[in-house]
């Protein structure tokens, strides 16, 4: 790695460029730089800086400090290409949050937490630090709640833990519930018996089993009952030890339903309760039973609450920009009714001491 600095005449003014180049594996360039150079062209454009490559010979040029941090997060993402990860924009993307914060070590740190692998050997680890400290409170505590928008990973990484607690026999069975509720939208009588009927509200979650376990491994356990998928509503009046619980969507709880649900655990279980309080499909006067457990459980130790943010979202880009979107509106909403409602309180009722009373006296 050498470093040079070059100065240059612009618009009559000197201004001092500064260059450095660094050495990555040509058999790993392909991957970081993405494909057409996009991830390379992204660098460029948010770090202002120019890069170029010849076999491997990298050469960025540009403000000292981003020629530094692009270097920086090259390096870092050449290093999780050569521990076989397949770059992807999420990995850049967080690459550059993480440059920010001066963070980037946190990367490797990461990459370093397996899970599981899926059915077809893709691995399964956290991306980001919320879900690093997500599943590292998950393997400590008796109860979680993870708690994010759309995209966090909150279900899928509680279904891997699940599962691969399942397979290490540190448990009994998988029961996975959320409550069966239309997202806004009355979807009417359906046909079929009682498991056709529920069967549309719990689709996400078979997905996830389908993706990790294989449909043939998953059919077989349930067939068993050693996994279980089924709406809240069933799990009334059961104890259930020895069993990895996971209750989805669980901002669409009543604050009896998550009672109910919390008092069925029993010895030798592990319980993680996953929700989003900014998508909630319950009556507008009705409370979450999510918003309302945060409040009374918050001080109770073996159980830990995680809250993912936006800078969590690993799926595509786009999602990230809508959650980032919508969070700002709601604040911006939030912001404006606590206004109103301060403005309101300020103002006092002005007594009239012309106005009569009932006897017009």
């Known amino acids: 790695m050498r470093h040079e600095n070059k100065g240059q005449q612009e618009n009559g003014r000197r201004m001092e460029q500064y260059v450095k180049q660094i050495e990555l594996d040509a058999s790993h360039t392909g991957n970081v730089f993405g494909a057409y150079d996009k991830y390379l062209k992204k660098l460029e454009k948010i770090l202002q800086v120019a890069i170029t490559d010849r076999d491997g010979a990298v050469r960025i040029t540009g403000d000292r ?16 290409s050569k521990r076989g990860n397949h770059i992807e924009e999420q990995h850049v993307d967080y690459a550059i949050e993480m440059s920010m914060e001066n963070n980037t070590d946190a990367l490797l740190e990461i990459d370093g937490d397996l899970i599981c692998h899926t059915v077809g050997g893709k691995p399964i680890k956290p991306k980001t630090l919320g879900q690093k400290r997500y599943v590292d409170a998950i393997r400590r505590q008796m109860i979680v709640f993870g708690m994010g928008p759309a995209g966090t990973g909150k279900t899928y990484l509680a279904m891997a833990m699940a599962i691969t607690a399942f397979r290490n026999n540190e448990v009994e069975r998988i029961i996975l519930t959320r409550p069966a509720i239309e997202a806004g939208e009355k979807l009417g009588f359906l046909p079929g018996d009682l498991q056709s009927k529920v069967d549309p509200y719990l689709r996400p979650l078979y997905d996830a089993l389908y993706e990790i376990m294989g ?3 998953f059919a077989k356990n349930m067939e068993k009952g050693l996994i279980e998928v089924a709406p809240l509503a069933y799990m009334r009046g059961r104890t259930l030890d020895n069993a990895y619980i996971i209750l989805d969507e669980a901002q669409n709880t009543t604050p009896a339903q998550m009672k109910m649900f919390l008092t069925r655990i029993g010895f030798g279980s592990k319980v993680v309760i996953t929700g989003d309080a900014s998508q909630k499909d319950l009556l507008p006067d009705s409370r ?12 109770i130790e073996d159980i830990s609450f995680c809250t993912l943010t936006s800078q969590d979202v690993v799926r595509h880009p786009l999602v990230q920009k809508i959650v980032k979107a919508y969070e700002t509106y709601e604040n911006r909403q939030n912001a404006a009714k606590q206004e109103a409602l301060r403005r309101q309180g300020n103002a006092r009722p002005v007594y009239d001491r012309h106005r009569k009373g009932k006897n017009g006296r």
Request: a negative charge; zero cysteines.
């Open 65 to 80: 400090r981003h020629a530094d941090q692009a270097a920086d997060i090259l390096e870092r993402l050449a290093e999780l």
């Open 215 to 217: 449909a043939e491994s």
């Open 288 to 299: 979450s039973g999510l918003d309302v457990a945060v409040q009374v459980l918050g001080k």
